[in-house]
């Protein structure tokens, strides 16, 4: 399971004391594409299956910080600053809004009963929007949260 939020909340879960930092794998240009110095495509790897796929939905990188078991958490820099989107086993987004009195450790074991039990229901990526008709999979990251805060 992943937990992807911005720099702001993963700064809050860093003082979760099993918290343990682990920047993960690196997404790099491939050398066969480097000619004396210079860049002669943009071709790069991803090495983590999470990157690569949050990239090809939202079309923004995110980037490993730690871990607490195997409960990883990443950042996304284009998400608000209490926005939580949790990847599940099954490959499912839920999405939840942070509540600054909460207490971290706690709100985390909640949010995760209530996926682990589908006490929510997750967000089809596949469906198609009311409000713009467009598939939601080509929206920015920023349309795509506006819409799913409605």
Do not use: A
């Amino acid at each position: 399971m992943v937990i992807i939020t911005n720099i702001y909340l993963n700064k809050k879960f860093e003082n979760i004391e099993e918290y343990k930092k682990d920047l993960g794998l690196s997404i790099y240009i491939d050398d066969r594409y480097l000619n004396e110095k210079h860049f002669i495509s943009n071709n790069f790897v991803i090495k983590d299956s999470i990157i690569k796929q949050y990239y090809n939905i939202f079309k923004n990188f995110i980037n490993k910080m730690g871990k607490i078991g195997t409960l990883s958490f990443y950042i996304d820099t284009h998400l608000d600053k209490n926005d939580l989107i949790i990847l599940d086993d099954d490959n499912n987004f839920y999405k939840f809004i942070f509540k600054e009195n909460n207490n971290t450790r706690t709100y985390i074991s909640d949010i995760l009963r209530l996926v682990i039990n589908k006490e929510v229901e997750p967000y089809n990526i596949k469906k198609q929007s009311k409000d713009t008709n467009k598939n939601l999979d080509k929206m920015t990251t920023k349309e795509l949260i506006d819409y799913l805060k409605k």
